[in-house]
């Protein structure tokens, strides 16, 4: 089985993410942040994996925390749960959701690396959510998963549908690039 458990208890947040990639895309979050826990539903739902995330966080000073940490442990138990990393190592997705449409691609390869396009999603009012914090969890996942992540919102007008669609582009490219083959694909025949 592919899977893991990451814990992490600071002064700000105290989470628990499980994560099974070999499941069926049941989700139990509880995060605090309703919409947060919509898109990480959302992101399990297109991976196809097991997600069970539960964070106390210091949702009094603002999200930040919260979101960023529990990217940190989904990315570190993703890695976890690779095991071997007898994977695809590569996945593309873009996924529209109405007026909005948003791509992921990524390379599983150990290194870490980040670019995003938030095609004006951050100047965007989201009540209920920091629409700036996108960014910080797809930063936190990459890094510590070791992704090399390019993330695009194409265009879009309600910021509800550009975060969804990203979101579900995220798990749809990590569906199809963590589905298992039967060699390390890398030339050095390692990915680290």
Known sequence: MRTAAEKRTSKETDILVEINLDGSGIAEI???IGFFDHMLTALACHANFDLKV????DLHVDFHHTVEDT????GKALLSALGDKKIVRYGT???????ALAETILDISGRAYLRFDDGGLSQKIMPGFDSAL?????????????ITLHAS???GDNAHHMAEALFKSLGRALRIAVAPTERV????GILD
Do not use: C, H, W
Request: cysteine-free; charged content about 20%.
């Open 185 to 188: 694909v890398s030339t050095k």
């Open 134 to 146: 996108p960014v910080e969890f797809l930063r936190a996942v990459a890094m510590n998963a070791g």
């Open 93 to 99: 997705a873009a996924v529209p959701m109405d007026e």
């Open 30 to 32: 509880d995060t605090g």
């Open 71 to 74: 990217g940190i442990l989904i």
């Open 54 to 57: 539960k964070a106390v966080g």
């Open 153 to 155: 919102i194409r265009y």
